[in-house]
């Protein structure tokens, strides 16, 4: 009787994550003790694994130039994949208009102190366009393309 109570626990609860998953909220508009279930437990979330379009990845290229006129291109990454990832999650921020030139100053800011040798750097913010299905099965491919160039000067 036990394993029988516990097992129906376990399917009503994967139940309303499924619903939720389904954009239940969206079927009808009102709070209910089922939205107040699914909010408390995380039964709620909505992860949208069949989105119909897929995110442009960032990425940010740096380029140090020294007054010796030598110069040298980089990118932050290292063998420490949780590390990247955080990277990787402040840098999806420069898709935020508002947002693009203060991070690039910061992580301007970032890298001049990385190489003190630098005179200037160059932030190169770039974002990989995927095509759609329709244009990929049309032979499309994903391209990246730089959307932001900003130079900034030790003073």
């Not at 499924?18 to 209910?32: S, V």
């Not at 039964?43 to 040298?72: C, L, M, R, W």
């Not at 030139?101 to 990385?114: E, P, T, V």
Request: include cysteine; hydrophobic fraction near 40%.
């Amino acid at each position: 009787m036990k394993r029988i109570c516990w097992i129906s626990l376990a399917a009503f609860h994967l139940l309303i994550a499924g619903l939720h998953a389904a954009h239940l909220k969206e079927w009808y508009g009102g709070k209910n003790w089922l939205s107040a279930y699914a909010d408390f437990t995380g039964a709620g979330n909505i992860f949208s694994f069949f989105a119909p379009h897929i995110g442009n990845e960032i990425g940010v290229v740096y380029t140090i130039a020294d007054s010796k006129s030598h110069q040298q291109v980089t990118r932050l990454e290292g063998a420490n994949t949780e590390c990247n990832r955080r990277i990787q999650t402040v840098y999806n921020f420069f898709s935020i208009d508002e947002a693009q030139s203060l991070l690039a100053k910061s992580c301007a800011s970032y890298i001049m102190r990385q190489y003190p040798e630098g005179e200037m750097v160059r932030v190169t913010v770039i974002s990989k366009q995927i095509p759609d299905m329709r244009s990929f099965r049309q032979g499309a491919s994903p391209k990246w393309e730089p959307f932001l160039v900003k130079n900034y000067k030790k003073l």
